[in-house]
């Protein structure tokens, strides 16, 4: 059976600007450090896959002193994790308050994925708490239990490395050849395409003018029908996929085949409507 496969932030929600950014400063505040980024910052920081890899750019000689850190390796990884875990505190706080809406299409293609017999998966560089509190966000509680969930620190190397990817692959027995990922980032993308995997792009707040080359489809997100629609514009399309206003599960299962040269069976996916 093929399989859908999520990166969480920026694809189930988009929470990089109103979710991370601010659970990062306040936690920088809570603990005295004399830092707060701001979004154009912030901008570039999310281009470094994991919190605690983005706080580690702190700390640089002139910050440590400035801050009164210690400066014993192992005691300053001691501290960043604890920075971590509070940050992880408080975005789970405002994942929990609903502020931030999920993406659109993502529960809807997910339920089709689950009622056609896709594999459901999530695949993140995210903290594992941080990952789930999206992910029930975002899918809601009847459908989250048939999701499996890789992320934080179950791989030493953080995307663009594709190792979260062919973790996933190896835990879920899965061959890349029946998968199909959905990305917001550059990163994200060469991680997937590096596990071997056609990727799906949704650009998201800070991503879009990033450079998806080797993207099996990129659009603004994969839309919904009325009454809340969004229309899913299509920014790159090289495989000829010509989506409807709202991606479907048809249109995912037709890139493996295409990915394969159209020499498989048929992959089951929901009835397109038409």
Known sequence: ?????????????????????????????????????????????????????????????EFVAAAG????????????????????????????????????????????????????????TSAEASVRSVLELAMGRELTPHFSVFAGDVVQRKKPAPDIYTFAL????????????????????????????????????????????GASLVVTSLGDPPPEETVAQVLSDPLGTDPGPYVELADLAGLLTAADGGDTDPVPSDPRPH
């Open 69 to 124: 850190l210690p400066s014993d390796p192992a005691a300053l990884d001691e501290q960043v994790a604890a920075w971590h875990r509070r940050k992880t505190e408080i975005y789970t706080a405002i994942i929990g308050s609903g502020s931030i809406p999920p993406r659109p299409g993502v529960r809807r293609v997910a339920t089709a994925a689950h009622e056609a017999g896709w594999t459901l998966a999530v695949a993140s």
């Open 1 to 61: 059976m093929p399989a859908l496969v999520f990166d969480c932030d920026g694809v189930l929600a988009d929470t990089e600007r109103d979710g991370h950014l601010p659970a990062f400063n306040r936690t920088f505040e809570e603990f005295g450090l004399p830092v707060r980024w701001s979004d154009e910052e912030y901008a570039e920081k999310v281009r470094i896959g994991g919190g605690k890899e983005r706080m580690r750019t702190l700390l640089t000689p």
């Open 170 to 213: 190896h835990r879920l027995g899965l061959d890349p050849a029946h998968a199909v990922v959905i990305e917001d980032s550059r990163n994200g993308l060469l991680s997937a395409l590096g596990a071997g995997l056609a990727c799906v792009v949704t650009t998201s707040a800070y991503t879009g003018q990033e450079d998806f080359t």
